[in-house]
Nanobody
Framework: QLQLVESGGGLAQPGGSLSLSCTSS????????VIWFRQSPGKEREGVSC????????FYGDSVTGRFITSRDNAKNTVQLQMNDLKPEDTAIYYC??????????????????????WGQGTQVTVSS
């Protein structure tokens, strides 16, 4: 069974940091782009970051550029999302999704509605003082 499991969510203060992980089970990530999405109540799903299998190919949404960094460790089948300088508007459920492709990351992938091959179950991030 192909699965993605997110971890690392929780509560952070404004200006603080959190690190999320997305780990695959049943398959390896070395053939998959991994996109982080987030969704909060009443808002549309938003693409946050993209990590391609192409070395160094990363892409970020406008609202997180300069604050969030995504990285991957194919040996551990994990993609991380380091979130810095967190703001209350970053509060959302964060999901990772995997797509079997060798595309370079771009706005196209970040805004794609899918279909994606595998989705994680999501992890809650709350930014509040």
């Amino acid at each position: 069974q192909l699965q993605l499991v997110e971890s690392g969510g929780g509560l952070a203060q404004p200006g603080g940091s959190l690190s999320l992980s997305c780990t695959s089970s049943g398959f390896t990530l070395d053939e998959y782009a991994v996109i982080w999405f987030r969704q909060s109540p009443g808002k549309e799903r938003e693409g946050v970051s993209c990590s391609s299998i192409r070395p160094g190919s990363r892409f970020y949404g406008d609202s997180v550029t300069g604050r969030f960094i995504t990285s991957r460790d194919n040996a551990k089948n994990t993609v991380q999302l380091q979130m810095n300088d967190l703001k209350p508007e970053d509060t959302a459920i964060y999901y990772c999704a995997a797509l079997k492709t060798d595309f370079y990351c771009s706005d196209y992938l970040l805004k794609s509605s899918g279909p994606f091959d595998v989705w994680g179950q999501g992890t809650q991030v709350t930014v509040s003082s």
